[in-house]
Structures are given as C-alpha cells and as structure tokens.
C-alpha cells in the first residue's frame, strides 16, 4: 500500500483493499456570502443582438436560396450564362424582399419559431417584444425599475422626519 492509506494488508477484511476518495465530501468554504452584497449586478440587463451576425445570418439565408436555384439549373444542364443570369435576380429579389421586411413594423402574425441556437434572433425578438408590451402598458422609455418603491420610501422618511 503506498503513502499509508487505507489498511496495511486487505487480507481478511472482505474488501480488495482499492482506496477510492469521496467524491461527497464538501469542503467549507470560508469566504462564502449566501448572497451578493452588490444589487445592481441582479438587475436584469437585455442582452444586445449583434447586428453584423444577423446581417450574416439574412444574407446566408439569401445565398441558400440561390445555391439551391443555381444546383437545380445545372442538373437541369443550363449554360453559365443563363445560369448567372437566374441567380442573380432571385439574389436581387430576395435582397428586395428582405429590406421590405426591414421597413415595415414587425407584424405579430410573421412570428417564426426560434430555435435555442438563435441567440441573436431570440434577443431581438425578445426587445421587439418588450417593447410591444412598454407601449402597450403606457410604460415611458425611461422608466426605472423599483423608482416607485424609492418615492415611497422618500415620502416615509420626510413624513417621520421632525420639523
């Protein structure tokens, strides 16, 4: 046995005299606050879409779209003129289309489903839907989160204050 540890012979113990370490054991932690000091950090902040990666996103879109037009066009034994031709006013169009959709408000009925590794779409969705809900609400643009427990508090304070 190596370094002392476990028995001096497994003989007679029942056991293979193997010395495994438990992985249960929790060590204490000195230094550990059950919560944080600091309130700010828990607020919630929105996390920002990356506007180049969405740009990226709309034009590989396009460039499926045209791809597959331009794979279609040469199983079907098209000339590359022909087929430069094709591709390139379905990419103009789709473009078009795209800067349209732009324009326009987001329509609640055009909602797609987001997958979960659409972070950036999700996030955007997500602003585009918190402010639906802000106007909805009457909630102006630079309201504060918490501002209307800390009149109150002002309110109480001048209240028992003596004068």
């Excluded at 919630?44 to 499926?64: C, F, N, S, T």
């Excluded at 800067?99 to 585009?128: F, M, Y």
Aim: glycine letters at 4%; a neutral charge; aromatic letters at 4%.
């Amino acid at each position: 046995m190596s370094s002392n540890v476990g028995l001096s012979t497994p003989r007679g113990s029942g056991t293979s005299g193997y010395v495994q370490r438990n992985l249960s054991h929790l060590k204490p932690r000195d230094n550990y606050a059950p919560y944080p000091k600091d309130f700010d950090s828990l607020k919630h902040r929105q996390r920002k879409p990356d506007k180049d990666i969405l740009e990226h996103d709309r034009m590989r879109a396009v460039e499926v779209k045209v791809f597959a037009l331009r794979d279609r066009l040469e199983d079907d034994g098209l000339d590359e003129d022909e087929i430069e031709e094709q591709t390139s006013a379905l990419r103009k169009q789709l473009l078009a289309e795209d800067e349209d959709d732009g324009r326009r408000t987001s329509d609640p009925k055009a909602n797609r489903v987001l997958k979960s590794h659409q972070v950036h779409e999700l996030a955007r969705a997500k602003i585009e839907e918190s402010e639906r809900l802000r106007k909805a609400l009457g909630i102006k643009e630079d309201y504060v989160e918490g501002s209307h427990w800390r009149r109150q508090e002002e309110r109480l304070k001048d209240a028992n204050t003596p004068k």
